[in-house]
């Protein structure tokens, strides 16, 4: 099912004395292909849960429409939009089995829609069995550890094969371990059932890891959505630069004069198709390569060495940032004792900003 929002806004009112009102989602309008995993991604705050509850009908748009394929869904209440939702804190009945806390969904069906006892188990056994908890429907949710309440509160969300799945950060009440294990058990249940999901969460790593597609916005804003490598390659602003990569991209002060591109007065680049000006020059750690004769001098602070690869770390005057990150192979060799390194810049991973839009400069 393909879901589509057209202009899309939520305002909430105002609790202050000036009842300024709050712009939670500002005019979103895309589409979301059938069958794919999308990731809406952005920091805490930035409108995420609301976009997410006005798809699902939790939420009435002040304005603006939710289809999903053909059908205008946006004044359907929930129960009838066919969606399946999973929330951060699992949401399941403490005094129910897991078995019970599937099947509560198929207990109200109706009509032509509506399922004898045995076919409800046998519903629950099936997802049970999806999700890989088919050995614990006898269990209550306290019985059983935080990944495997999640577990649960997936295959509720399944056993009526939703049109939609929508996921509001399923995973941040989870350990490390268990965040992983459990999103690469998302990505696996999403392709064996091919319903279209909507997966919330601030940590970009996760969205880029297990999304088909990620949507990245900001303060309500819709920044960019692309696949998720693309978007982090091919940022159309600093944000969306800023937000995507660990260690986070590097971002210096800089200008271009004469097609060179200039961080202090150490010309880094040649050959750059873009206006005179002053700029924001952003380089992803992997884009540092050490050189001892390279264009951009740096005074090093420390080296910290991580197995395969090292961290370099160091300062610049014109830096935003406390500190600048390179990622290098272990197998270079940086002089410790030397109080300075120098690098040269990788011209794919060097990305050029406006210094008042802050909108990506594209160059050749």
């Known amino acids: 099912m393909n ?20 712009v939670a989602v500002s005019d979103f309008d895309f589409s979301i292909p059938d069958g794919l995993l999308i990731g809406l991604l952005g920091p805490s705050g930035c409108g995420k849960s609301t976009l997410l509850y006005m798809i699902c009908g939790l939420e009435n748009p002040s304005s603006g429409k939710v289809y999903f394929g053909e059908d205008d ?45 045995a076919e409800r188990m046998d519903k629950a056994l099936q997802v049970a069995k999806l ?33 939609v799945l929508l996921m509001d950060e399923p995973l941040s009440n989870l350990d490390a371990r268990l965040r992983l294990q459990t999103r690469e058990e998302i990505r696996r249940i999403q392709k064996a059932t091919g319903i279209t999901t909507i997966f919330v969460t601030h940590d970009q790593e996760e969205a ?7 949507v990245v916005m900001r303060d309500g804003v819709f920044q960019q959505m692309d696949k998720p490598q693309t978007v982090y390659d091919d940022p159309v602003n600093l944000f969306v630069a800023r937000f995507l990569g660990t260690p986070a991209i590097n971002v210096f002060e800089g200008h271009i004069e004469h097609s060179k591109l200039y961080i202090g ?8 198709s873009a206006r005179d000006g002053k700029v924001y020059v952003g380089v992803r750690p992997e884009g540092l390569v050490p050189d001892s004769s390279g264009d951009l001098s740096m005074k090093l602070v420390g080296i910290e060495v991580m197995g395969r690869d090292t961290s370099v ?9 406390v500190n600048v990150r390179a990622i290098i192979s272990a197998e270079n060799v940086i002089d410790r004792d030397s109080g300075t390194v120098r690098f ?5 991973k060097t990305l050029i900003f406006d210094k008042e839009t802050e909108a990506r400069i594209f160059y050749d």
């Not at 908890?133 to 990944?147: A, H, Q, V, W």
Request: proline share 6%; aromatic share 4%; net charge positive.
């Open 344 to 348: 040269n810049l990788k011209r794919g």
């Open 3 to 22: 879901v589509r929002l057209e202009h899309l806004t939520k305002v909430f009112p105002g609790r202050d004395k000036k009842n300024t009102q709050v």
């Open 131 to 163: 999700v890989q908890i088919e050995d614990l429907l006898d269990r209550k949710p306290g019985e059983m550890s935080g990944g495997q309440q999640q577990r649960v509160a997936i295959a509720r969300a399944l056993v009526k094969m939703p049109k």
């Open 208 to 214: 880029m890891s297990i999304s088909d597609l990620i």
């Open 73 to 117: 869904v946006t004044g359907i209440p929930a129960e009838e939009r066919g969606v399946g939702l999973v929330f951060q804190n699992y949401a399941l009945y403490p005094h129910l089995t897991v078995r019970q806390n599937i099947t509560f969904p198929l207990e109200n069906l109706t009509g032509e829609a509506k399922l004898t006892k």
């Open 265 to 272: 007065d150490e010309a880094v680049m040649d050959r750059v």
């Open 313 to 321: 770390v160091s300062t610049h005057p014109d830096m935003t940032g």
